[in-house]
């Protein structure tokens, strides 16, 4: 197997919802990464990109199995954070939520939820 940092991928222990999460975290640190190019030098726009490299680390220290239980915790949070910042800065009646940018906080709430679910099933 390969290694990161000296740890070794932990791809057999992961079950399937976590693959899957780490889908949904590609998806959405792909598409803060892009928002992140369209918006940069603003503040904006590095907002954003510091939430697609959020997610990169997140992919990271789950493939590396590292306190995988508090990573989904802290996964809950932030996404929800992350959410609760894009409403106050945009507003709930933003026309762009029915859009790409709908679709993506659309897509943060089912990984909250799929979050939520691994947690339970952890315990």
């Known amino acids: 197997m390969s290694t990161i940092t ?3 991928l932990e791809r057999a222990s ?3 919802l ?6 949904l975290s590609v ?3 792909l598409t803060y990464l892009f928002e992140a190019a369209e918006s940069l030098p603003s503040m904006l ?4 990109l510091l939430a697609g490299l959020g997610y990169v680390g997140a ?3 789950a493939l590396v199995d590292f306190r995988r239980s508090l990573l989904y915790v802290a996964g809950v949070v932030y996404n929800l954070l992350l959410i609760g910042v894009y409403l ?3 507003g709930v009646n933003d026309p762009e939520l029915v859009g790409p940018h ?3 906080k659309l897509l943060q709430v089912v990984f909250v939820i799929l979050l939520l679910v691994l947690i339970v099933r952890k315990r």
Request: aromatic fraction near 8%; glycine fraction near 18%; charge should be positive.
């Open 6 to 8: 000296g740890k070794k």
């Open 102 to 104: 709908g679709a993506a």
């Open 14 to 16: 992961m079950e399937r």
């Open 18 to 23: 976590e693959w899957i999460g780490v889908v």
């Open 88 to 90: 106050l800065v945009r």
């Open 27 to 29: 998806l959405m640190g």
């Open 59 to 61: 992919i990271v220290l």
């Open 45 to 48: 726009g590095l907002s954003f």
